[in-house]
């Protein structure tokens, strides 16, 4: 939720152009277990990124999705491409991604 009610939605709420902007800032920035963030797809509610591990060169897959409508929400994904078990990458990777955008007035609905 990129404008919570008890944080800035009640005092400054922001755009959701403004809200995108927010979220590519913190993707660039945000590197957890140094893996490269590349960001191949965006639109006006979506945004794909590849994350490819420093070591052998794996990719990862992180979409984040603006859905229609008033509310001020963001859905997101991540998930390896290659094997069953990636050793908590992609929960440590969302978690890093959250914990930045809550440093920019944002707030999770359902954490982990």
Not at 46 to 65: A, H, L, N, Q, T
Not at 67 to 93: T, W
Request: without cysteine; positive net charge; glycine residues 6%.
């Amino acid at each position: 939720n990129y404008n919570p009610e008890e944080g800035r939605g009640g005092k400054k709420p922001v755009t959701k152009e403004r809200a995108m902007e927010e979220l590519l800032e913190v993707i660039k920035s945000t590197k957890p277990d140094n893996f490269t963030p590349k960001i191949t797809e965006k639109r006006d509610d979506y945004v794909r990124v590849e994350y490819e591990s420093p070591i052998m060169g794996f990719v990862d897959d992180v979409e984040f999705w603006f859905p229609p409508g008033k509310k001020p929400l963001v859905q997101y994904r991540s998930a390896s491409r290659l094997g069953n078990f990636d050793f908590d990458v992609n929960k440590k990777r969302v978690k890093a991604l959250r914990v930045a955008l809550e440093k920019k007035g944002w707030a999770s609905e359902n954490t982990f």
